[in-house]
């Protein structure tokens, strides 16, 4: 079984970022969908892509894309992807364009647990802004032989 963490959208605040990494010690991959405002070097360990926030000092990548567990997954934030509230089309064209079977993304910061087209679209929400009028979210993964399993988790530290 393999455990994936997603995180999107903490604009600036690497105390919530840090708490989520130190409380899962046993995930095996950390997802980051962007707008982190962060440093590469703020985000060791995670697999972070480039957000409409992050682009202007940042070197992250505008997607990527990795294989668990013989699932294959593409990382991105959404803004280049026309992405908006319920809009998917763009995320799921680009997920078979790469054979991929899941897509993880952030930009609407709302939480998103759907499938188009046999595309898995993952949106974690936002630890810090939601808006969708609900709590401040993230999102635990477990992949296992019966399939991908995901959690919505809310945000707050203890």
């Known amino acids: 079984m393999k455990k994936i963490i997603i995180v999107?959208?903490?604009?600036?605040?690497?105390?919530?970022?840090?708490?989520?990494?130190?409380?899962?010690?046993?995930?095996?991959?950390?997802?980051?969908?962007?707008?982190?405002?962060?440093?590469?070097?703020?985000?060791?360990?995670?697999q972070v892509v480039c957000g409409n926030h992050d682009q202007h000092f940042s070197s992250?990548?505008?997607?990527?894309?990795?294989?668990?567990?013989?699932y294959k997954f593409m990382i991105v934030h959404g803004h280049n992807h026309g992405v908006y509230h319920n809009y998917y089309d763009e995320l799921v064209l680009a997920a078979k364009k790469y054979s991929c079977d899941v897509v993880c993304f952030g930009h609407i910061h709302r939480y998103v647990d759907t499938t188009i087209s046999n595309i898995r679209l993952l949106?974690?929400?936002s630890?810090?802004?939601?808006?969708?009028?609900?709590?401040?979210?993230?999102?635990?993964?477990e992949i296992n032989d019966k399939g991908i399993k995901a959690e919505k988790r809310i945000f707050k530290i203890e």
Request: proline residues 4%.
């Open 8 to 46: 999107s959208d903490n604009h600036f605040d690497k105390i919530g970022i840090d708490y989520i990494k130190n409380k899962y010690k046993d995930v095996d991959y950390f997802f980051h969908c962007g707008d982190s405002d962060m440093k590469e070097n703020d985000l060791l360990g995670w």
């Open 60 to 70: 992250f990548p505008k997607e990527i894309i990795i294989e668990v567990s013989g």
């Open 123 to 125: 949106n974690p929400g």
């Open 127 to 141: 630890i810090c802004y939601p808006r969708d009028g609900f709590d401040k979210t993230y999102m635990y993964v």
